[in-house]
Every structure is written in C-alpha cells, then in structure tokens.
C-alpha cells in the first residue's frame, strides 16, 4: 500500500463508514428482476482491500448478493484483452450515455451502436465479442476472469439466472438493435443470455474490493498474485468507469467522489484509488439511477476519510 495510507486509518475508515451510514436509509430494491426485490433491505457490508493485499472490512461483508452490472468491468476486461485498446474502442466506444442502463433510445440515437461498455447495449457487444469457441466456452471464460478478479471460484445462482432470463424480455429487444447496427458478434439471442448468467453470480462485499484492488494494482490480483488483465488496459478501464460508472450519476459522483467506480443493481459499488486501494460497499436499496443508496454513502464517506479522489492536488485539502 502506500506508504501515506497507514493500515489503521483504513481500518478505522471502514469501521466508522458502516457504523455512520447504517442509518442512511432512502432507495428501494430493484423490483424489476424479482429475485432482487426479494433480498433483505437491511443488509449493509463495506470492505476494502489494498494493492498490497490486506483486507479490511465491517458488517456484512461476506453475505452473497448479484454481481449484476459490475459485471460489465470484468468481461470488458476479457474483451479488451482480446479485441486489443483500439478495435475495442472503435467498436464499443467509451462516452457515456446520459441516459438510463438499459435505454433503447441511446441505441436509435447513435445507429444501433453501443457508446460504452457499462450500460446494458455495450456490455452485451462486449459479451459477444470474447472470442470463443461456442457459447458454454464463452462463459467459461466470462465465469473464469470473474473468479481470478475475485481471487475465488465466483458460481452462478439458478435462482437469480431463472429469475433474470425469464424477465429479461427488454434485454433482449437491445440485443436485436445491437444486430441491426452491426454491433453483434455472436448469436444476439445467445449474447443476451451469456450477459444474463454473468449478471447472476453471486460475490460478496470482499470479492468486489478484490475486483477494484485488482485494477488499483495494474491488473495484478494483490491477494493472489495472478495477472488478471494487462497494465496497459487498466487506464481504459478506469475512464470507462469514471464516464459511466455510476449510470445516470456518474457525473455527481466524479464531482462528490472522485474516484473511478461501478455499480450494480444488486446494491453492489465498488470504487477504485489507482495505486492505493479499491473499497467496496453492499445494500439492496437503490436510488432512482441504479446505485446503492448507502453504499454510495458508505464508499464516499471511505474515500473522503483517506483522501482519496483523483481530480485532489497531492498536498492539499
Ligand atoms: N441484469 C441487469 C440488467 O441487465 C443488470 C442491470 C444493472 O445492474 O445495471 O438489467
């Protein structure tokens, strides 16, 4: 870790972030997908983990929950990896949306292409542009850097993949657009589902601080070892995460935070400090955009205390 981040200021930033937002109540589950409606409200877990490995964490942090539309980051990840920076940027792009995660219209306004990898158009280009032999080999792959992200083997829940693929009727309209513009690179129907799984594993609070500490460390797991993705796609990743991280208020959240993050319908946040750390917040209630109403408090409240925020000077307040 850095050297200017002493390990008993995490620890405390962690502690004092969950006992002082435990109280922020606001937001609602998504009820759009049963299965999350369904989830305990009260469940709230903050963790965080460092590039040098050490985890830190409070409440209930090691309670599974969806991994939903963090997802995104990680088959990006397997995508850019494979399609390289460039072919991946010129063909899932990376500018935000301004409108909600799964909009249609941000699709008829730009051709039936996708703009970025993290709202629901891109990550399902993304998802079909993972080379592959067929679509179980697809998601092995998908499924496989989920777990060198996490440092565990990350399962699917039948539960959560039921609800969702017999739900996700919107999804798939997307998908056909994507096939209209061009932006499909595998069976769209088969896309859309592979998509649907890697939104429905299960991962907890910790997993997601590995994930983020994954990317502050250059793409080296720091609790395992394993390079899990090149140094040199790690900034893509970043700015991606800053554009579009947060859906609709990923702008509000550059503004107040200052970090690159991603969030998840599930209640999952996780945001990342480049060098240092990566802090990872759970609770089912969402705001109006998508995003954790008390992980986002939680996050926040971790990132203020550490002085962590990429637009700050070095030196000053
Ligand atoms: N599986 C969800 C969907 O596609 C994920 C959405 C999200 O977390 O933003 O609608």
Redesign the pocket.
């Known amino acids: 870790m850095s050297p200017a981040i002493a390990p008993a200021a995490v620890e405390t930033a962690v502690a004092d972030a969950h006992r002082d937002c435990t109280g922020v109540n606001g937001g609602k589950n ?1 009820s ?2 049963p299965y999350l409606a369904s989830v305990d409200p009260s469940l709230f877990g903050v963790a965080v983990v460092t590039v040098d490995g050490q985890v830190f964490e409070a409440g209930d942090s090691r309670v599974e929950f ?1 991994l ?5 980051v990680v088959t990006m990840a397997v995508a850019l990896e494979d399609l390289g920076a460039e072919e991946f940027h010129r063909r899932i792009g990376a500018d935000p949306t301004g409108l909600p ?2 909009s249609v219209m941000a699709l008829e306004l730009n051709d039936d292409m996708p703009l970025t990898p993290l ?2 158009a891109g ?1 399902m280009s993304a998802t079909s542009a993972v080379q592959a032999d067929d679509k179980e080999h697809r998601w092995r792959r998908i499924l496989g850097a989920q777990s060198r992200f996490a440092g565990r083997q990350i399962t699917l829940s039948d539960a959560i993949n039921t609800s ?1 693929q017999t739900t ?1 009727t ?2 798939r309209a997307i998908a056909w657009l994507l096939q209209c513009g061009g932006a499909m690179y595998s069976d769209p129907m088969e896309a859309c589902e592979i ?2 799984r890697q ?2 594993t299960l991962v907890n609070t910790v997993d997601l601080a590995a994930m983020g500490a994954t990317l502050a460390a250059g793409g080296v797991n720091p609790v395992t070892g394993d390079r899990v993705v090149s140094a040199v796609n790690v900034p893509h990743m970043l700015a991606e995460m800053t554009m579009e991280g947060l ?1 609709t208020r990923s702008g509000d959240w550059a503004y107040t935070v200052g970090l690159p993050g991603k ?4 209640g999952g946040l996780v945001a990342v400090a480049p060098g240092k750390l990566a802090i990872a917040g759970f609770s089912p209630p969402l705001d109006s955009a ?1 995003n954790s109403v008390r992980a986002q408090a939680a996050v926040g409240q971790v990132a203020a205390a550490l002085k962590l925020g990429l637009f700050r000077v070095p030196g000053l307040p």
Do not use: L, R
Not at 68 to 72: C, D, F, Q
Not at 263 to 266: I, T
């Open positions: 998504a759009y997908i969806a939903e539309s963090i997802s995104k995660f799964n709202v629901n990550a969702e996700n919107h999804n998509y649907t939104c429905s859906y969030s998840g319908v599930g998508g």
